[in-house]
């Protein structure tokens, strides 16, 4: 008996740990190719295109938050975080966007974006930021 529950035990943990690295590794790829596609319209650094590609209003709403805010975050861009501030408008739970995101950026990934840039415990991908 013990030796089943320490069996299950082990392959639970594996298969946490596996969900897991699939996860990070998915949302670097998406990161990766965010910055590739911001790159591809402006130059300079990751931090500095993805703002760019933010403030550009030639850009869609979605896209700019999908995009830019989204990714801005998940490399905790600390130079970003003024003009988030700007862009958001308090509303953590993106009530005055919801169903909008083609007319007005998000605030819920806004608010994310900041709280992500400004925590260090969390892996996120700031190693991209180059």
């Known amino acids: 008996m013990k030796r089943k529950l320490l069996i299950l035990s082990a392959s639970l943990v594996s298969l946490l740990f596996?969900?897991?690295?699939?996860i990070y590794i998915w949302i670097?790829?998406?990161v990766k190719k965010n910055i590739k596609t911001a790159k591809e319209k402006y130059s300079g650094n990751a931090e500095d295109v993805l703002i760019e590609y933010l403030l550009d209003t030639t850009n869609t709403f979605h896209d700019r938050t999908h995009i830019a805010v989204w990714t801005l975050g998940q490399i905790q861009s600390k130079k970003a975080l003024p003009i988030l501030k700007d862009l958001y408008k308090d509303d953590p739970?993106?009530?005055?966007c919801y169903g909008k995101h083609d007319s007005?950026?998000?605030?819920?990934?806004?608010?994310?974006a900041m709280n992500a840039a400004k925590v260090n415990w969390w892996p996120l991908h700031a190693r991209l930021n180059k």
Do not use: P
């Open 93 to 96: 739970d993106g009530k005055t």
């Open 104 to 112: 007005v950026l998000c605030q819920y990934e806004i608010y994310k």
């Open 28 to 30: 670097d790829v998406d």
């Open 18 to 22: 596996f969900g897991f690295s699939a």
